[in-house]
Nanobody
């Protein structure tokens, strides 16, 4: 059974930066796909970024259109089993609960597009990010 624990959330003023971390434990294989999702107040949960175990990344168009592209960067350290989300130039509309997700199933095909199509099997409890104007 895999456990995911997020940290690094908090309150920041617009224009500031935060780095979220997600420590994975309890698994014996490296998750091919990991991702960050967020749920903003009054809105459905949305994917922010996906990353494969090879480090290939994708940022969903719906999030890119909301000006996340170029401000958020997903990365992972497979040796330490940690997933990161570096967030810069934060805006009040980035206020959300941010969730780490992972999937242990082998990929049907390689590349981040596979991760974007997944229904992730494991989730963390979330880290709150609040951006004030």
């Amino acid at each position: 059974q895999m456990q995911l624990v997020e940290s690094g959330g908090g309150s920041v003023q617009a224009g500031g930066s935060l780095r979220l971390s997600c420590v994975a434990s309890g698994h014996t294989v490296t998750a091919y796909c990991m991702a960050w999702f967020r749920q903003r107040p009054g809105r459905a949960r949305e994917a922010v970024a996906h990353i494969t175990s090879d480090g290939e990344t994708s940022y969903p168009d719906s999030v890119n259109s909301d000006s996340v592209k170029g401000r958020f960067t997903i990365s992972r350290d497979n040796a330490k089993n940690i997933l990161y989300l570096q967030m810069s130039s934060l805006k009040p509309e980035d206020t959300a609960m941010y969730y780490c997700a992972a999937d242990l199933r082998p990929p049907v095909y390689s590349g981040p597009a596979h991760c974007a199509s997944l229904s992730y099997g494991y989730w963390g409890h979330g880290a709150q990010v609040t951006v004030s104007s």
